[in-house]
């Protein structure tokens, strides 16, 4: 109900601003301002998810966007609103969207077992297109009889609903066992996630690409409404029905063409699809036949969203899936956000037709680059935490914020199995680094060729157990490639060293070898 009265607010700013100014751009930009957001806060938000409780964080968005909403409603009564003040308004509500988005999405996965994770990630989707099918149509009548004005209340109206849900929702207590994370540390741990999980980064960059022009039609639809098919308030919300009701039937497919095709297949149609989708829309001066065009564009893009979707759910550990959705939300609603104003600039100079075209020819590109960067299977990726690790007695007292701790571990490799060894560690290196290690070097012993050395380091002790505590139970098939190479008979040895600074202690303290281990006690050496 929430996301219907949503729907019914696009529909109301984006004739809105037809009336306001005539410009393609500025009604292009309507669209820019409410997916710009998500690249602006995304990041942000998903830290803010995987850090606090995510029913607090959704309702806390929920009642912004219902502040936003009610003085939009009034600006629009005493006819207050100007193009620039709209976009600002619509701009807030998207920043309210992209707070609550990460949260909303990451308890999905909270809700369900990961075998049944993509079934409701689509039934997700399905939730918001069911609205889409119906809503802009009514949202089309409820201009044309009452105003926008009248639209933009029935959207306030509509985020007590959910709200009164999210209040009486009792989310199982998790308990958290180490302290939250600051927000730029957060923030920093997901983009590093991210930028060393070569699977996620495919998935970023094939969905900023489909973004760039996928954003085009519902963009420019207005202006389809108005130039291509000439119709009013009626025809538009009708339009965005048909891609509404599109949507709901690729959602129903979706699974049955899981279970038929790959992950790369199902993006490569659903990419041709959405092409011819957007060619037939610029082409066809009928309504019939840009509903039907509509329709198989809204399908298209559900199931090419959804699949992205659930990639980046099944290929992220659960402590840092709402950072990584909000990362592929940020590229792909940034990519959807800046193919919306090129496209806008280009049916504001040559027409809303050419427009499409060239977004239908850019799809078709973004098509062939699956031959390049293909998606890959992840059903089968078993991502949750090795739990195998325990918190090592130590001879120094420390603090959790002790620190920068050394991480050194000796490995006894016979010359045979070098080039073998050489591989794992490769792969060691990305997991070392993907889990917040810093400084990761690899040495061989001069005097000893069959001693390699791996070092790395972390900020703190904290931060070391964090390290040991994302292993996963797909990395462990690497530990089990260097145990394999071990020298026969010899075990690894771990060196686990604070590092300290010479001369930074008073004299009255050097005595005491208790103070020198504890840097909580020396102020040279606090972190």
């Known amino acids: 109900m929430s996301n219907f009265g949503g729907l019914i607010q696009s529909v109301g700013a984006s004739w809105m601003m037809t009336s306001l100014v005539g410009s393609p751009q500025m009604v292009a930009l309507v669209q820019t301002s409410t997916t710009l957001p998500f690249m602006l806060l995304a990041l942000l938000a998903g830290a803010v998810a995987d850090n606090l409780d995510r029913r607090k964080v959704m309702l806390a968005a929920q009642g912004f966007m219902l502040c936003v909403s009610v003085t939009l409603t009034l600006f629009a009564w005493q006819g207050w609103l100007t193009p620039w003040l709209l976009l600002s308004f619509t701009f807030l509500v998207g920043c309210g969207t992209a707070m609550n988005g990460p949260a909303w999405q990451a308890s999905v996965g909270d809700m369900v077992p990961r075998d049944q994770l993509p079934g409701a990630v689509a039934l997700n989707s399905m939730g918001f297109n069911m609205a889409r099918s119906v809503g802009p149509a009514i949202g089309g009548a409820i201009v044309a009889a009452a105003g926008a004005a009248s639209a933009f209340l029935i959207n306030a109206v509509s985020y007590f609903g959910l709200i009164f849900v999210l209040l009486r929702w009792q989310k199982p207590a998790t308990p958290r066992l180490l302290p939250h994370e600051g927000l730029l540390v957060a923030m920093g741990a997901g983009v590093r996630y991210v930028a060393m999980s070569p699977l996620l980064r495919i998935v970023m960059a094939r969905g900023m690409a489909f973004g760039l022009t996928a954003n085009a039609v519902p963009a420019l639809m207005p202006l389809v409404t108005r130039d291509l098919v000439h119709g009013g308030p009626m025809t538009y919300g009708l339009l965005l029905g048909a891609f509404g009701v599109g949507a709901v039937l690729g959602g129903l497919s979706t699974g049955r063409l899981r279970r038929r095709y790959s992950t790369e297949a199902m993006i490569r149609l659903a990419s041709l699809c959405l092409a011819t989708a957007t060619g037939a829309t610029a082409l066809s001066p009928y309504v019939a036949l840009t509903i039907m065009a509509l329709m198989l564009a809204g399908a298209s893009w559900v199931v090419a969203l959804s699949t992205f979707n659930i990639t980046v759910q099944l290929a992220s550990p659960r402590w840092v899936v709402a950072r990584a959705l909000s990362i592929y939300q940020m590229t792909t609603f940034g990519g959807m956000a800046l193919g919306a104003w090129m496209l806008g600039l280009v049916a504001d100079y040559h027409g809303v037709a050419v427009g499409l075209l060239i977004a239908a020819a850019i799809q078709i590109c973004v098509m062939t680059a699956g031959f390049l960067l293909p998606l890959q299977q992840v059903e089968d990726l078993n991502l949750d935490p090795l739990a195998q690790w325990t918190e090592p007695e130590t001879a120094v007292p420390l603090e959790l914020r002790s620190g920068p701790v050394v991480i050194t571990i000796e490995y006894r490799i016979e010359s045979h199995n070098i080039v073998a060894f050489l591989g794992a560690m490769t792969e060691r290196r990305r997991i070392r680094r993907r889990d917040g290690a810093r400084g990761w070097t690899l040495l061989r012993d001069l005097q000893e060729p069959e001693l390699w050395i791996e070092r790395y380091h972390v900020a ?11 292993r996963t139970h797909a ?12 020298k026969h ?9 604070i590092e300290r ?7 009255a303290r050097r005595d005491d070898p208790t103070l020198i281990g504890d840097p909580m006690t020396d102020p040279a050496r606090s972190t």
């Open 460 to 470: 703190t002790w904290l931060d070391y157990i964090r390290h040991n505590q994302r």
């Open 475 to 486: 990395d462990a098939e690497n530990s089990a490639a260097l145990h394999q190479l071990r």
């Open 489 to 497: 008979g010899e075990q690894f040895r771990v060196r686990r060293m």
């Open 501 to 507: 600074q010479t001369g930074s202690l008073p004299s």
